[in-house]
């Protein structure tokens, strides 16, 4: 029984990873069509900007990892808009192109990072709190996962309350249901796009301080890794659907972690989770391909 | 429809080209500066074979994404798989060559045509997440290397018992350099005749309007999934090519950078014509090979550190050539020199999708 709820809070860690990475990525396809595949360097900027600040930070541990998230948000927003105003905005509607340049982006910037902080992982300063376990209904359940789930948990709850609330959560709304119909109204879609941009530069961030402390390191790889998954998640949810993903990101954290486990235990075979996420996604293509929660798109 | 097909000058030129290409391990002829040493030494030979083999593979990810505008990122798993089944085959299992390299090809046109018709479900850019997902699975198969067969993250070193010995030895690199230039000309001609085929001529439409194809009766999905197929195919047969080349398979064949790097190499050579993926793909394969040289040269060593970590790193000098490419000049090399060639087009005409096609003659 602990086991099973280990792996349900540990499945539904890794799920928030990669909700906080998909929304993202859904939320600007939605709006403009874009497939940002530098989506993953947020990720990385988030684990590498809140790791320097920390280990350059003469201050008492909570406080030191708080400043450092802060700052990496602070970095993926600026990060995330410049990528968008400097590659992106120059390619409006030419959406092959603005994949490619996102494609040649994420390379150099990998690069990049592995040419100046090194290919091996390096470990994290982790406060001392997300190190330790918590007692729940009998399993030991490492801190990292529960702190991942609260913080997606505030972010969905943040991200629902502005597109329900706000005027420009209005707009993004809008725009995501017809672009043209929006601008033909004479509202500034382009700027819309571009605060959700930086929006889903931050959220990603985020995922990479959280992800640093789930895994206990950085990895300059690990941007990419992810970024796959959070593909598969907005496939799943369906594209454009911000609960679809949360929905798909759930569900896909919960059956690789369960399949990873108990396939290593019985058949001795690790990668079936792995692998079990891309079968639910050819799956879910062959009986629903607009999907979970996507509308049937041409 | 194959009397529409006139080879005329450019097959002449390119009999040429391959004619000379053939006859390098003959000259003792020397190019400083770009290759060390004459070009018949085993060293530049196995380089120029590499090249030969990455601009065949680079020509058949080009029948996707130039010709049928398919995006794919998992075009990798099939090249992977031309690799990996054959060295599992004759390594593992000990099998003859010949029925061995009968297996892949049957496995190169099965794989994709299964996996292909999932993926065509859906289009544009959900198609090529699902590839890029399908990619990883395979990915994530060779590395957790189920019952010891792949070999896991060291890879896997091809047991010579059963191959020709003109085939091995650094003495030989020549004979496997004539197989690579053979793979490369048999892609290069098996993709002139099928973009010029009847099934071609659908996919170039399909490439520009989907919906007009369906509104003319014809079935894309079909179309689609034969490119999808004969793409991956003739990529497993370039895999062939490079464990025969190599010796061996490793798991970075399998990873998302090199199904993104022949993404790099079609529209770096001009994307939708014949002649540019395939420079591209030898251009880009010669470029990564030379500045991972450069970069643990003396030269690199002795610049400030800011300039080092970049400079240090290959895929970060082609990761950015490759994005002021898309912005400067999205048609590629063929784009350059059409242009220099038809001073009266509109320069603005040169996005990566519209690419004219008769500047693949």
């Known amino acids: 029984m602990s086991t099973v709820i280990l792996l349900l809070v540990t499945g539904l860690g890794l799920g928030a990873l990669y909700f906080l990475i998909a929304s993202g990525l859904s939320l600007t396809y939605g709006l403009m069509r874009v497939l940002n595949f530098a989506h993953g360097i947020f990720l990385t900027v988030g684990g590498y900007a809140s790791w320097w600040i920390a280990v350059r930070l003469p201050l008492p541990d909570p406080w030191r990892f708080l400043v450092a998230l802060l700052g990496c948000l602070v970095v993926g927003a600026i990060v995330a808009a410049a990528v968008e105003v400097g590659l992106i905005r120059p390619l409006y509607r030419r959406h092959i192109e603005q994949v490619l340049v996102t494609v040649g982006l994420a390379l150099a910037f990998t690069a990049l990072v592995q040419g100046t902080f090194g290919a091996d992982p390096i470990s994290y300063p982790a406060p001392a709190w997300t190190q330790g376990v918590t007692q729940l209904a009998g399993a030991n359940i490492p801190n990292s996962r529960l702190l991942a789930i609260a913080v997606a948990a505030a972010v969905f709850l943040l991200l629902s309350a502005f597109l329900r609330f706000t005027r420009w959560g209005l707009i993004v709304r809008a725009g995501v249901e017809n672009r043209a119909m929006v601008s033909a109204l004479g509202i500034d879609v382009q700027r819309a796009f571009t605060l959700v941009f930086a929006l889903g530069g931050v959220a990603a961030a985020l995922a990479g301080a959280l992800g640093a402390l789930y895994f206990g390191n950085i990895d300059p790889e690990r941007g990419t890794a992810t970024l796959i998954f959070a593909f598969i998640v907005i496939v799943i949810g369906g594209l454009g659907s911000f609960t679809g993903s949360a929905l798909a990101a759930v569900v896909v954290g919960l059956l690789q972690q369960f399949m990873n486990y108990y396939s290593s235990v019985y058949w001795g075979f690790s990668a079936a989770g792995d692998l079990s996420v891309v079968l639910l996604l050819a799956v879910v293509l062959l009986w629903r391909p607009q999907g979970l929660l996507g509308r049937s798109v041409g | ?361």
């Not at chain 2, 798993?77 to 892949?104: E, K």
């Not at chain 2, 590395?143 to 091995?168: A, S």
């Not at chain 2, 398979?249 to 994307?271: D, I, K, Q, R, W």
């Not at chain 2, 500045?291 to 300039?307: C, D, E, F, M, T």
Request: aromatic content about 10%; overall charge neutral; some cysteine.
């Open chain 2, 1 to 361: 429809m194959l009397g529409r097909v006139r080879p005329g000058r450019s097959a002449v030129a390119a009999t040429a080209i391959f004619a000379v290409l053939a006859a390098i391990p003959f000259v003792d002829f020397e190019i400083p500066g770009l290759f060390n040493g004459l070009l018949s030494t085993p060293g530049t030979l196995q380089l120029l074979a590499l090249c030969a083999t990455f601009a065949g593979v680079a020509l058949s990810y080009n029948l996707l994404f130039g010709y049928t505008g398919l995006l794919s990122f998992g075009h990798a798993l099939y090249f992977a798989a031309g690799i990996y089944v054959t060295d599992i085959l004759l390594t593992r299992y000990h099998w003859a060559l010949a029925p061995a390299l009968a297996a892949t090809l049957a496995v190169g046109i099965a794989l994709p045509l299964v996996l292909g018709a999932i993926a065509l479900r859906v289009s544009g850019i959900a198609f090529a997440m699902v590839t890029l997902a399908f990619a990883q699975a395979g990915s994530i198969l060779v590395l957790d290397n189920p019952g010891r067969l792949t070999g896991g993250e060291e890879g896997l070193g091809l047991d010579v018992t059963h191959i020709p010995d003109l085939l091995i030895g650094v003495l030989n690199t020549r004979y496997l350099y004539w197989i690579a230039l053979g793979y490369l000309l048999l892609t290069f001609v098996i993709c002139w005749w099928a973009v010029n085929s009847r099934p071609g001529r659908v996919w170039q439409a399909i490439r520009e309007n989907e919906r007009r194809v369906e509104v003319m009766g014809l079935n894309p999905f079909a179309f689609k999934l034969l490119a999808f197929t004969l793409s991956g195919f003739l990529a497993t047969l370039g895999g062939i090519v490079y464990l025969l080349l190599l010796g061996g398979a490793t798991p970075e064949v399998t990873t998302a950078n090199l199904s993104l790097a022949l993404l790099l190499m079609v529209v770096l050579g001009g994307a939708g014509t014949l002649w540019g993926p395939a420079l591209g793909g030898a251009l880009y394969e010669y470029l990564d090979f030379r500045l991972l040289k450069l970069s643990s040269s003396s030269q690199v060593a002795s610049l400030p550190s800011w300039l080092q970590a970049p400079l240090s790193q290959p895929l970060f000098i082609l990761g950015t050539v490759f994005i002021l490419l898309v912005f400067f000049f999205p048609g590629g090399i063929a784009g350059i020199t059409g242009r220099m060639a038809r001073p009266t087009r509109s320069p603005t005409a040169g996005t990566v999708a519209d690419v004219p096609p008769e500047v693949a003659r």
